[in-house]
């Protein structure tokens, strides 16, 4: 099972979460046809300590989460419902045993190109398992 799954897993499972965006969490893109709220997740980077003479398995995985809505308000209110739900879990994602994840920040990158608006708040997460 890979971080991602995990991820989404956790996202649907989440009464707060799920409430707001009906089972709309992508990987990676939204689709054209999708409707918000939505969130869109990615990985960001990926990085794995060594050692000098064996291999660590500590894996720090930086996570990108966009929280899509119709408004400002309604998507930073998406934004605290991810937080609140990730910042400072740790525990078991669908089989990805994550030892801990911080709250990296959060930044507005909304869309407005005339009529057509589409608020976004892009939130980043740090992961550390071990793999």
């Not at 720090?60 to 930073?76: F, G, H, K, P, V």
């Amino acid at each position: 099972m890979r971080l991602e799954e995990g991820l989404y897993a956790a996202l649907i499972a989440d009464s707060a979460v799920n409430g707001v965006i009906s089972g709309r969490a992508y990987l990676e893109q939204m689709p054209q046809s999708a409707t918000f709220p939505a969130i869109v997740f990615n990985r960001i980077s990926t990085t794995q300590g060594s050692l000098l003479d064996e291999v660590n398995t500590h894996t720090e995985i930086r996570m990108q989460i966009d929280c899509w809505a119709d408004t400002l308000s309604a998507a930073y209110d998406l934004s605290y419902k991810v937080r609140t739900l990730l910042s400072g879990f740790r525990g078991d994602l669908e089989g990805v045993a994550v030892q801990g994840c911080k709250f990296d920040g959060e930044q507005n990158s909304s869309l407005i190109d005339g009529d057509e608006k589409q608020r976004r708040v892009i939130t980043d997460f740090t992961f550390w398992l071990h793999e």
